[in-house]
């Protein structure tokens, strides 16, 4: 009897934590997703050791703001294939994107090249880069000026498709 409320219990409390959890996304190669204005966005390859050799901003149309992190293997040298594991989050007012970017254990950009790039951006007001060699992740904080929504897509022309774009766009610029 004690097993059965045990159990019925467990299955109360799961049903509502799933009710609370944002959208979540899983990204597929040379699909762009929709934009969530709250949740997260899953994607990559999973099972190896990776490093992060650029980060790049540009602006486009609209107001939008677009990321792209190019992804090495864990040697430094341009991946052929997909980028690694990554999970965006975004919170629920839209005001910070956390970009885990697990099995990165390398990488070419560091908390002053990150400030650099994203300098004169509209969206991004600050930002914090963290590497934990232990538990083989790099986390990038980005804290925006204004509600944001974000999408994300695995770059899908052959010869970049070790490229992760993330599309971040003010709540307001809704088509």
Do not use: C, W
Request: net charge positive.
């Amino acid at each position: 009897m004690k097993f059965i409320f045990l159990t019925l219990a467990v299955f109360a409390f799961n049903l509502s934590v799933a009710r609370a959890v944002p959208a979540k996304q899983i990204v597929r190669p040379q699909k762009l997703g929709n934009y969530i204005a709250a949740g997260a966005i899953v994607g990559g390859n999973a099972g190896k050791i990776f490093s992060l050799l650029r980060v790049q901003k540009m602006l486009l149309p609209d107001g939008v703001e677009r990321l792209i992190l190019t992804y090495g293997d864990q040697d430094g040298v341009p991946l052929k294939t997909q980028p690694g594991y990554f999970h965006l989050s975004l919170d629920q007012a839209g005001s910070r994107l956390v970009l885990d970017l697990s099995q990165v254990l390398k990488t070419a950009v560091d908390q002053q090249d990150l400030i650099k790039e994203l300098r004169g951006s509209h969206l991004v007001a600050k930002t914090d880069m963290s590497m934990d060699p232990q538990d083989g992740t790099t986390n990038i904080t980005l804290f925006m000026r204004t509600p944001v929504e974000t999408r994300a897509q695995v770059e899908p022309s052959e010869d970049k498709q070790n490229q992760l774009v993330i599309d971040i766009r003010p709540v307001s610029a809704k088509h």
